[in-house]
C-alpha cells in the first residue's frame, strides 16, 4: 500500500504525560482539541504529488490556521508574537507548553511548515539579536502575514568551508552593490527575502571581511535557477547575484561583523525545532515503521526497540537544550549530529524491511516530515540532514573540539 | 527541580570520588561510616532519608572509580528490597544503616516448604561476607524475602574474570528460614529487578565517563608525526562518537534514575537505560584502549579492567537483548 494512502495515525488518546503539570495537562487537552478540529484529515493524500502552486498555497494557508491560534511562533517574544506580555524577551509561550505543543502537532501527525521555518526560526532570531527597531517593525509583522524567506550562505566554493564565501558587496554611497553565486537556498523560487552574506572587506582575513545583509529577492539581478536534487525535487536553488543593489539600511550588525551575527543567529534552528523534529521521529516515524513492520520477526523486533532506545534518547537530550539546563558548548552539535544519523539509520531500514513495493511509493506526501513513510524517498533524502547546515564530519570535529577540548587540525599554511 | 539538590549532589559526587580515589577497595565498615548504606534508609531509622537520585550518584563514581565495593548487593539492593516488604522491615533496615546486620539480596529459584527453604542461584552479588540473605521467593499468597542466616546456607565465592565485582553462588538446601517478609505491592520483585538494572547502568555510565576521559587525556599529550594525535580526525572523530552515545546514555539513565527514585513504573525506562548504557561503556572501554595503541593493552594501564567490568555489567541482570526483548513484546500488541 502507498503510504500516503494511509489513514492518518491515530494520536492515542489515551496517552499523557505522567511528568505533566497540571498547567501543562490542561493545555495538552486544549491543543488536542485543537489538533481535532483543525488538522486536514486527508492532507497526507490531497498532498502526495501536488506541483508547486499548490504546495505554496496548502504552506501559507496552514501557517494562518496555526498562528490564528497561536501556535505558529510560540518562541518569538509576545511583544512581536501579538501575545499578551510577557516579560522582558520571554517567549509568548513557555518552553514547558512549547514541548507540549510539538509533542501534539507530531502526535497528531499535523502537517510541517516547510516554507516559513527560515522566516520563522533564522530571520526572526537574526532580526531579534541584531536588528534594528526599523528592521524588526518592517519584517517581522510581515514574516506573520506570510512573508517567505531563504537563507543565502553556501556558495560553490563555500560549503564546509563557509567563511571562504566569494560573493562580494561593495560599498557606493547610501547602498552596496552585490555580485556572485549562491547555492543550496532552500525554497528560493518562493522566497520574498534572502538571508545573505557576501564580503565587504577583500583584505580583512576570511571572517573579518564578511558583513549580513537582507535582500529583498525582486531586486533587479537576482536571479533564481532551481537544482534538482537527489529525490527529485527542486526546492534547493542556485542565485546568481548580478550587480544587485542593497540599500545600507538593510545592513544588519556592523559592516564587516556579518560572520558574528550569523554565529549567533545559526543555532536558532537547534533548540526547539530539533524537539519538533524528535517527537515527529517518534511519533510520525518510529510508530508508523512499527504498524507495518513484521514485529513478530525477532530480528526486526530487536532493531525497532534499539531504535526506540535510541530516539527516547534523543527527546531527553532535546528536552535538556529547550529546558535550558546547564549544557556543554558542543550540545548543538551532538543533537544534530545524533538527528541526522539516526534518521538515516532508522529509514534505512524501514526501507530494508519493507520489500521491493516500498520502492513504489514513487511520491511523498508534501509538507509532510522526514518519515513520511514513502521510506526509500525518505532514505535517499536523509542525506539533506548529515550534508547541509554542517556535514557530520564538521559536526564531528565540532564536538571534538569544542566539546572535548581536543586539539585543532593543523592549519595548512 | 533538580536545582534544588544540585549542590548538594555535587557535594555528594566529590566527597564520594575523594573516598574513592584514596581506596578503590573501601570496606563495608567504611561505606557505613559514609552514611552510604543507610543513604536511602528513613532518617528516624538511622539512615540519611535520600532518595535513589542520591544511590545513582554513588554508583555512577564507583562505575568511575570501578571501585571493589559491596555497595550494589549489600547497600542498594539490600535497602531496596527491605523498604519494598514494608513495615515488617523497618527494624532490619535501621540495623543495616547502623552497620550492624550485613546482608546481600538473591534472586533465583527457590522454594519455601513450610520454614524450609530450598534452591539456587548463581552470581549474587557481595553474598560472602553477609551475616544474612534475603532470598527473594514466590509464594502461593504473594512474593516476599526470606531472612536467611548464612550460616544455614552454601554461599561460594564466583570467580569472574572481572576483579573488582565480588560474586557468590548461594544454595539453600532445606534451610530454616528466620523470618518471611511478604511484598506489599505485587510488582514489587519485578521492581527490585528494575532497580537492579538501572544501578548497573549508573555504574556503567561512570565507566563510559571515565574512559573517555581518560582517553580525551591520554590523546591531547601523546604526540606521533610531530603533532597530538588528537588532533587527528580520525582519533577525534572517535571521542566525539563517544561522547555522543554517553550523552545518549545519560539522559536515559537520568529517566531510569528518576523513575526508581519516585517509585514511578520503571519497567520501559529500565530496560531502555540498562540496554543503552551498559551496551556504551563497552564500546566505549573497547574504543579507549584502541586509543591508548600499545600502552591501553597493558596490564598497568588498568583499562582491561573496565573493559571487564563494562562486559559483565552488559551480562548482569538481563543482556541489552534481552532488555530490547521487553520493549518489543508491545509492537506486536498493536
Known amino acids: 500500500m502507498n503510504p500516503a494512502e494511509a489513514e492518518p495515525a491515530e494520536a492515542e488518546e489515551t496517552h499523557h504525560n505522567p511528568s505533566d503539570s497540571p498547567q501543562q495537562a490542561r493545555f495538552r487537552r486544549e491543543v488536542r482539541q485543537w489538533c481535532r478540529e483543525h488538522i486536514p484529515r486527508d492532507w497526507r493524500v490531497t498532498q502526495s504529488g501536488v506541483d508547486e502552486a499548490e504546495f505554496v498555497r496548502f504552506q501559507k494557508a496552514w501557517f494562518a490556521e496555526l498562528h490564528s491560534a497561536g501556535y505558529a511562533v510560540p518562541h518569538w517574544p509576545a511583544e512581536w508574537a501579538g501575545g499578551p506580555p510577557t516579560r522582558g524577551g520571554d517567549p509568548v509561550m513557555s518552553v514547558e507548553n512549547q514541548d507540549v505543543l510539538y509533542q501534539e502537532l507530531a502526535a497528531h501527525d499535523a502537517p510541517r511548515l516547510v516554507l516559513a521555518f527560515v522566516g520563522i526560526h533564522h530571520a526572526a532570531s537574526t532580526l531579534l539579536v541584531a536588528g534594528t527597531e526599523k528592521q524588526r517593525r518592517r519584517h517581522l509583522p510581515a514574516i506573520l502575514d506570510g512573508e517567505i524567506w531563504v537563507q543565502g550562505f553556501s556558495e560553490p566554493e563555500a560549503g564546509s568551508d563557509l567563511a571562504s564565501l566569494r560573493t562580494t558587496a561593495r560599498r557606493t554611497g547610501d547602498s552596496f552593490v552585490v555580485n556572485g553565486q549562491k547555492l543550496w537556498a532552500s525554497g528560493a523560487r518562493h522566497a520574498d527575502w534572502c538571508l545573505l552574506l557576501a564580503r565587504t572587506d577583500p583584505d580583512a582575513p576570511k571572517r573579518k571581511g564578511i558583513s549580513y545583509f537582507l535582500m529583498d529577492m525582486s531586486t533587479p539581478g537576482v536571479d533564481v535557477r532551481p537544482i534538482r536534487n537527489a529525490v527529485g525535487d527542486s526546492h534547493f536553488c542556485e542565485i546568481f547575484l548580478d550587480d544587485v543593489v542593497i540599500p545600507a539600511d538593510n545592513l544588519i550588525g556592523a559592516e564587516n561583523a556579518g560572520w558574528q551575527v550569523a554565529q549567533a543567529t545559526l543555532g536558532a534552528e537547534r533548540g526547539m525545532t530539533m524537539l519538533e523534529l524528535a517527537e515527529r521521529l517518534a511519533h510520525a516515524g518510529f510508530r508508523r515503521l512499527v504498524e507495518t513492520a513484521p514485529v513478530d520477526d525477532p530480528v526486526v523486533a530487536d532493531r525497532l526497540a534499539q531504535f526506540e532506545i535510541e530516539i527516547t534518547g534523543l527527546r531527553g537530550m532535546c528536552r535538556r537544550v529547550v529546558e535550558g539546563a546547564a549544557g556543554g558548548p558542543a550540545d548543538a552539535s551532538i543533537v544534530k549530529l545524533y538527528y541526522s544519523e539516526l534518521l538515516q539509520r532508522l529509514t534505512d531500514f524501514a526501507v530494508e524491511i519493507s520489500g521491493p513495493h516500498a520502492h513504489t511509493a514513487l511520491t511523498k506526501p508534501m509538507s509532510s516530515g522526514w518519515e513520511s513513510g514513502s521510506w526509500v524517498l525518505d532514505f535517499v533524502g536523509s542525506w539533506e540532514w548529515t550534508i547541509p547546515g554542517g556535514a557530520s564530519e564538521i559536526q564531528r570535529s565540532i564536538i571534538a573540539e569544542r566539546g572535548l577540548g581536543l586539539p585543532r587540525e593543523p592549519s595548512v599554511a | ?334
Not at chain 2, 36 to 60: M, N, Q
Not at chain 2, 98 to 118: P, T
Open chain 2, 1 to 334: 527541580m533538580a536545582d534544588d539538590f544540585t549542590e548538594f549532589h555535587d557535594e555528594l559526587r566529590a566527597v564520594a570520588g575523594d573516598l574513592l580515589a584514596k581506596d578503590r577497595e573501601p570496606g563495608w565498615q567504611e561505606l557505613v561510616d559514609a552514611g552510604w548504606v543507610g543513604l536511602e534508609v528513613p532518617e528516624g531509622l538511622g539512615g540519611a532519608g535520600a532518595s535513589f537520585a542520591e544511590t545513582a550518584i554513588l554508583l555512577d563514581q564507583i562505575g568511575r572509580a570501578a571501585g571493589a565495593t559491596g555497595y550494589l548487593g549489600n547497600g542498594v539492593l539490600t535497602v531496596g528490597a527491605l523498604a519494598a516488604a514494608g513495615p515488617d522491615s523497618e527494624a532490619l533496615l535501621g540495623q543495616v544503616a547502623r552497620g550492624e546486620q550485613r546482608m546481600a539480596v538473591v534472586f533465583g529459584e527457590f522454594a519455601l516448604d513450610g520454614s524450609r527453604l530450598s534452591g539456587h542461584a548463581e552470581f549474587v552479588p557481595d553474598a560472602v561476607g553477609a551475616d544474612h540473605l534475603l532470598v527473594l521467593i514466590g509464594s502461593a499468597t504473594g512474593a516476599g524475602l526470606a531472612v536467611v542466616p548464612s550460616g544455614e546456607l552454601t554461599v561460594a565465592a564466583q570467580p569472574v574474570l572481572d576483579e573488582t565485582r565480588r560474586l557468590a553462588t548461594v544454595t539453600a538446601d532445606s534451610a530454616p528460614v528466620a523470618t518471611v517478609l511478604g511484598f506489599a505491592d505485587d510488582r514489587a520483585a519485578a521492581v527490585l529487578l528494575d532497580r537492579a538494572a538501572v544501578a548497573i547502568a549508573c555504574d556503567s555510565l561512570g565507566i563510559a565517563e571515565r574512559m573517555l576521559t581518560a582517553t580525551v587525556d591520554y590523546v591531547r599529550v601523546r604526540h606521533q608525526f610531530g603533532r597530538p594525535i588528537g588532533s587527528f580526525q580520525a582519533v577525534k572523530h572517535a571521542c566525539a562518537d563517544m561522547l555522543v552515545d554517553i550523552e545518549v546514555s545519560r539522559r536515559l539513565v537520568a529517566d531510569a534514575v528518576a523513575l526508581v527514585a519516585a517509585g514511578g513504573d520503571t519497567e520501559i525506562a529500565a530496560a531502555m537505560a540498562k540496554a543503552h548504557a551498559t551496551s556504551t561503556a563497552v564500546a566505549v572501554a573497547g574504543k579507549a584502549m584502541q586509543l591508548h595503541g600499545g600502552i591501553g593493552y597493558t596490564w598497568e594501564s588498568g583499562i582491561h579492567a573496565f573493559l571487564k567490568r563494562a562486559a559483565l555489567n552488559r551480562s548482569l541482570f538481563g543482556s541489552p537483548a534481552a532488555h530490547r526483548k521487553k520493549l518489543a513484546k508491545r509492537y506486536s500488541t498493536r
